[in-house]
Structure formats: C-alpha cells, structure tokens
C-alpha cells in the first residue's frame, strides 16, 4: 500500500497556471505507477493523467491534453501536475493516486485505482 499527499492547490485566475505536489510513501513506492483524477462539482472523477513507475512514460486523458505536465522524481517519491491556461471549466479536486496498472489503462480503472489521496481543491476564477 501507497500513501500519498497532494499540495499546492490555490485559486487561480483564468489563463494562469498552477502546479500540484504529491508526495508519496510506503516500502514500495517505485513500484507504482502514479497519476491524477480531478472531479468537479455534481461531475464524476475523470482521469487527468499519469507517469510509469521508470520516470521514462507519461500517458494524458483529453480533458486537459495538452495543457498539463506530468513529471516524476523518484529520489523524493515526488509527482507534480504543471496546469497551463487554466479557465473556470478546470475547478475541480485534483486527486494524487498510486496503482499498479499500466499508465494507459489507469483512466478506466478509477473504481478501482489502489490508493488514493485526500484531493487538493483547484478553482479558478474569472
């Protein structure tokens, strides 16, 4: 079992940008792949993205292709989200999670994703 913790939510005004921290912890960490969820308001959870457990692979869901970084340092058990041109349509809990799949196949696995943080609450404001 992973534990892990995000930081670094904030309000934001449209355009901006916003990085997330999730650290996390547990004898075997490195052997997990790590990725993000947000869900909005009266919305379900949808997969933002995720990097393998090498560092070497990222894999992005469509809601924010393209306007989000995901990296890896393994040496502080460390993921970060880089958020660009944000807009009020990205407020949302952003959700850190640990899990064993493939990095492609953790979208679809979001009733089942092994461990799951507490959220970091992301609004952005016109």
């Known amino acids: 079992q992973v534990q892990v913790v995000e930081s670094g939510g904030g309000s934001v005004q449209t355009g901006g940008s916003l990085r997330l921290s999730c650290a996390a912890s547990?004898?075997?960490?490195?052997?997990?792949?790590m990725g993000w969820f947000r869900q909005a308001p009266g919305k379900e959870r949808e997969f933002v993205g995720a990097v393998s457990q090498s560092v070497a692979n990222t894999y992005y869901g469509d809601s924010m292709k393209g306007r989000v970084t995901i990296s890896r340092d393994n040496a502080k058990n460390t993921i970060y989200l880089q958020m660009n041109n944000l807009t009020p349509e990205d407020t949302a809990v952003y959700y850190c999670?640990?899990?064993?799949?493939?990095?492609?196949?953790?979208?679809?696995?979001?009733?089942?994703?092994?461990?799951w943080g507490q959220g970091a609450q992301v609004t952005v404001y016109s």
């Open positions: 547990g004898r075997t960490v490195n052997r997990y792949a």
């Open positions: 999670v640990a899990d064993r799949s493939a990095i492609a196949a953790m979208g679809p696995r979001v009733g089942t994703v092994d461990d």
